[in-house]
C-alpha cells in the first residue's frame, strides 16, 4: 500500500504523518503532537469520510448526536446524529466519534493539511520526489494557500 510506505518514509525523515486526525483541520492541528510543525501532514474525519446517502436520523438523538441525560455524544450513533442500521461500520474506520471514515486502503487519495508558511512550504516541497519514490502522485500548486492531494 503506498500510503503506508509514504508514512513510512516520511517519518524516517522526521515527518508527523497521520490518517483521519479527529473532526475539522482545527481541532486536528490542537492534537498534532509534533516537535517541528512545519513538518506535519495529515488529513481529518471529514476529508475521508464515507458519503452514505443511506444514513436516517437518529432516533435515540432526534439526529442531535447528543444524548443529554449523559451529557455526552448519542452512544447509538456516536455523535454523528445519523445512523446506519444498513450498514457494517467494522469495515470502515471509527475511531473518531460521529465519523464513518475510510481507511487508507479503501481511499485512492486524500487531501491533506500541512503548514502553510514558508517554511513549511519549502519542507513540503522537499519532499515531493519521496511521495514519488513511495509510489504516490500529488496535485498541488506548491503555495501555502492550498491543500495537497495524494493519490496512490
Do not use: H
Not at 1 to 29: D, H, I
Not at 142 to 150: F, L, M, Q, V
Amino acid at each position: 500500500m503506498s500510503f503506508k510506505k509514504l508514512q513510512e518514509n516520511l517519518r524516517a525523515k522526521g515527518w508527523t504523518v497521520e490518517w483521519n486526525m479527529p473532526c475539522c483541520q482545527s481541532c486536528a492541528w490542537a492534537e498534532i503532537e509534533a516537535d517541528d510543525l512545519s513538518k506535519v501532514l495529515f488529513n481529518y474525519s471529514q476529508d475521508c469520510e464515507v458519503d452514505f446517502e443511506l444514513g436516517e436520523e437518529c432516533a435515540m438523538c432526534d439526529g442531535e448526536g447528543w444524548d443529554e441525560d449523559a451529557n455526552d455524544d448519542c452512544d447509538n450513533c456516536s455523535g454523528s446524529g445519523t445512523t446506519y442500521d444498513n450498514l457494517d461500520q467494522s469495515e470502515y474506520d471509527t475511531s473518531v466519534a460521529g465519523f464513518v471514515c475510510m481507511t487508507p486502503e479503501q481511499a485512492e487519495g486524500s487531501l491533506f493539511c500541512f503548514d502553510g508558511d514558508d517554511r513549511g512550504v519549502e519542507n513540503l516541497k522537499a519532499i515531493l520526489p519521496i511521495i514519488e519514490e513511495s509510489g504516490c502522485s500529488y496535485d498541488w500548486n506548491e503555495t501555502g494557500n492550498s491543500r495537497i492531494y495524494i493519490s496512490w
